[in-house]
């Protein structure tokens, strides 16, 4: 193909009044056909019609075409669509090139009609600049066989394990302890479906079950040593009593489960065997031994809901439950629970009813005036305010039980740096994504569930054990793994094997060889472009965003009036969704930006911002993800970091920082968007209408 004349064909969309409302399409088309290497530019009523669709095809053929830009709506949704017209036309589908003339042009410029023709013009522009330099591309497929590894023989590991290894598959559970079972051997009792339940029956019941699978096999008293490989090809190796055993696994399941977290900030230095926590507690509660107790004081809220640690999300249920607990073993004791106020689901609300009835008190104590505990005669004295009632309180407990918050399992830290996963600093697990992944990690054919990710109910854990099993089947039961043919590709030339690539990499896709030189391992690779931006030789490109192709855009956008014009790359996820959401919600706004699609903010290098800026920009937009989330892990985090540098070349350079913006927006925030755009041309002082 590298031989073969350029040939482009434009297909632009009128979309009936959706854009030809407001932008004159002929003449757009007509402008289409003028610039270089397009050999056919066709208007189309309904482009996305089964009858266009035909049309188009027929066209691809009749006049030679092997690039095609279409010019139509948002590519979020009908990108997918067109490439598997122009697959079934004879082209490789990455030969096409999406402009968006409806949301970033018609729907926000509706008053502007002569403006808007304009700026359609020159998105298409910067479209066919593009498309003369895209290559072919292909989906990348890795082979994936039938083998799971469970970290964690909890309820979750447990559950996990049995959904997976009844279809057929075989899996492997790992567990530091003598038994399976984990926190829940620990536990008194619990609710779950509105009733109650024994946690001892629930977790032998289970433990027989693995026991008796014949696609189950366990290993107690066992941990992680070493971790190599990717989705398909994990080659992990255990350590059991001092001897180490290599297993070869194709996606490992993460439910190393969670802990109770010891007493910090106010009652961090009481010591005293009558101050104890909750699972201290569910421990004499499931001996039935309380002793002489007859007083009996819960203080919730310890530790958790202040500035360093939000709620602990099951506390309430807990000390709800316990208190119950201690009054039905003695109807006797006096139960008392001191709380900020009480955070409790459905079936846990039935348990405070309960424990109204049964006389147990519930005082509210505020957020700035925590119970304090003093010794008073060799017994304990707990003085709170109750802020319901405006009175002071002093309890004489014989006990007194506090409700701390949960960190991850011990084995978090290790099983981190082998994995080369994320965790927060209680130790939990990190998602991939909050929404788009929950049970998935950064990296393929690694998923978690249950309290590994954060502290939840029995239910829950259960329901993501469920979902985690069916996360890691579905590339077992297909046998492999398929990439998109965006991804990064690196030319050893001029590399220098300084390693940042494999370094940054969110996804472990870069691994080096012997010899310290980077390989891509494609089928792992999402191609944000993180690595590709920051590579000092350039010795980096990615398929359908390398560095030409991005430039040749910037060129044509600011071919004309760049004085007027801010250049504005735009990450394909939340931050073009927020512009999308901008058009369909008729957001108007100034049409001086011309936007760039990038799959991950982080794909912007500093080059591509300051050679706007040689080229007369008005101003410069990076455009990402709303934080803590990003489709790519980090994209957005690395891109600030990059920012902050790019913002002092350019002043090193003799241009003007603030004239480089950015904007982290959620793919439902349009308004944000606008407003950006509306503030940059003020805060510029541009001309809205001479461009």
Not at 324 to 333: D, I, Q
Not at 447 to 456: Q, V
Request: proline content about 4%.
């Amino acid at each position: 193909m590298n031989d073969e004349a350029i040939r482009v064909g434009v297909f632009v969309c009128n979309c009936g009044s959706n854009i030809a409302g407001v932008v004159n399409v002929p003449e757009v088309t007509e402008y289409a056909g003028t610039l270089p290497d397009v050999a056919l530019a066709d208007e189309g009523r309904w482009s996305c019609s089964s009858d266009y669709i035909e049309k188009m095809k027929e066209l691809i053929h009749e006049h030679a075409l092997n690039r095609v830009v279409i010019a139509s709506c948002t590519p979020r949704t009908h990108e997918p669509l067109f490439k598997r017209a122009v697959r079934e036309a004879g082209l490789n589908p990455y030969l096409l090139e999406f402009v968006s003339i409806r949301e970033q042009v018609s729907w926000v410029h509706m008053n502007q009609p002569e403006i808007a023709t304009q700026k359609a013009k020159d998105l298409i522009k910067m479209g066919v600049a593009k498309a003369r330099l895209l290559e072919e591309g292909e989906e990348i497929r890795l082979p994936v066989h039938t083998e799971c590894l469970v970290l964690g023989g909890g309820m979750a590991g447990m559950t996990t394990a049995l959904h997976v290894a009844d279809q057929g598959f075989h899996v492997i559970i790992v567990e530091r302890e003598a038994r399976l079972g984990g926190l829940l051997n620990r536990i008194s009792g619990i609710r779950t479906d509105q009733r109650p339940y024994d946690p001892q029956e629930l977790v032998k019941a289970k433990a027989d079950a693995v026991d008796a699978h014949p696609c189950i096999s366990v290993y107690t008293h066992t941990q992680l040593q070493a971790v190599e490989g990717y989705i398909g090809n994990f080659k992990v190796t255990l350590l059991a009593n001092g001897d180490e055993q290599t297993v070869n696994v194709s996606t490992v399941i993460v439910a190393t489960g969670m802990r109770e977290r010891a007493p910090i900030g106010i009652y961090e230095e009481i010591d005293d065997p009558r101050v104890i926590t909750q699972l201290a507690l569910e421990e004499r509660l499931l001996q039935q031994d309380l002793g002489e107790v007859q007083d009996v004081v819960f203080i919730n809220c310890v530790g958790s809901r202040n500035a360093s640690r939000g709620c602990c999300n099951i506390g309430c249920g807990i000390a709800v439950k316990n208190a119950l607990a201690v009054k039905t073993l003695n109807p006797e004791a006096t139960v008392t629970v001191l709380h900020r106020d009480l955070s409790l689901v459905k079936e846990e609300k039935k348990d405070l009813k309960a424990a109204m009835d049964q006389e147990i008190r519930f005082l509210r104590f505020s957020e700035d005036r925590y119970p304090v505990i003093t010794r008073a005669d060799g017994g304990l004295e707990v003085s709170t305010r109750d802020i319901i009632l405006d009175r002071d309180f002093e309890i004489h407990p014989d006990l007194i039980v506090l409700t701390t918050g949960f960190e991850g399992d011990k084995s978090v830290e290790q099983t981190k740096g082998l994995l080369k996963l994320s965790a927060n600093q209680d130790g939990f697990f990190q998602e991939a994504h909050v929404k788009l992944g929950p049970l998935d990690f950064a990296s393929d054919g690694i998923h978690l569930c249950g309290c590994a990710r954060s502290p939840k109910s029995l239910r829950e854990t259960l329901d993501e054990a469920t979902g985690a099993a069916m996360r890691a089947s579905i590339p077992m039961k297909k046998g492999y793994v398929e990439a998109e043919g965006i991804v990064a590709d690196i030319d050893l030339t001029d590399c220098k094997r300084c390693g940042l690539c494999a370094k940054m990499c969110p996804y472990n896709a870069i691994e080096l060889d012997d010899e310290k030189a980077p390989q891509v391992i494609k089928a792992l690779c999402k191609g944000c472009g993180l690595c590709a931006a920051d590579c000092p030789t350039e010795s980096i490109t990615i398929v359908h965003y390398s560095d030409p192709q991005i430039f040749a855009q910037i060129e044509a956008a600011l071919e004309e009036n760049p004085e007027q014009k801010i250049v504005a790359f735009v990450c394909h996820w939340c931050a073009l969704g927020g512009v999308d959401m901008a058009g369909v919600s008729r957001l108007q706004y100034p049409a001086n930006a011309r936007l760039i699609r990038v799959m991950c903010s982080a794909r912007v290098s500093i080059k591509m911002i300051q050679h706007a800026f040689e080229l007369g920009a008005a101003g410069v937009l990076v455009a990402g993800c709303e934080f803590p989330t990003c489709h790519y892990i980090e994209g957005n985090y690395a891109a600030e970091k990059r920012l902050k540098r790019t913002r002092k070349r350019l002043a090193k350079a003799g241009y003007d920082p603030d004239r480089l913006w950015n904007v982290w927006c959620s793919a439902a925030d349009g308004p944000k968007f606008a407003r950006t755009m509306r503030d940059m041309v003020k805060n510029l002082e541009l001309d809205r209408e001479s461009f």
